[in-house]
């Protein structure tokens, strides 16, 4: 059908003079108010595949983060073994170092006792 403008319009046939203008004005109102919530729904289902990439994405960037601080913990943990090994072997030389100064004192000692 065609509206009185001369375009295609679903809705020509309200225009016919067999409604009344309170109908005619009600489906004029039900039809730009469907054609808004289309948009809408367009719109949000736009909005909402944004959020999920950039959700993803910042998903991404913090496995990536996580990962880079478990690997620096993986080296930080090696370290410490490191540092920790390091003390017990002084502190053997420490004890070794100790009974040396025990036994020269001893020795002395007894020498100087004789």
Excluded at 62 to 77: F, S, T
Excluded at 85 to 105: H, N, Q, S, T, Y
Aim: hydrophobic share 50%; proline share 1%; glycine share 4%.
């Amino acid at each position: 059908m065609r509206s009185r403008d001369g375009g295609c319009d679903m809705f020509a046939w309200a225009e016919e003079s067999t409604t009344t203008p309170f109908v005619q004005q009600l489906l004029r109102d039900l039809r730009d108010m469907v054609w808004r919530l289309r948009r809408e729904g367009i719109n949000l289902s736009a909005a909402l595949v944004e959020a999920r990439e950039n959700f993803e994405q910042a998903a991404n960037v913090h496995a990536a983060e996580v990962l880079a601080m478990k690997a620096e913990l993986q080296l930080k943990e090696k370290e410490v073994a490191a540092v920790n090994e390091r003390v017990r072997k002084l502190e053997r030389e420490r004890m070794m170092l100790l009974f040396a100064l025990v036994v020269g004192c001893a020795a002395f000692v007894v020498l100087r006792l004789m």
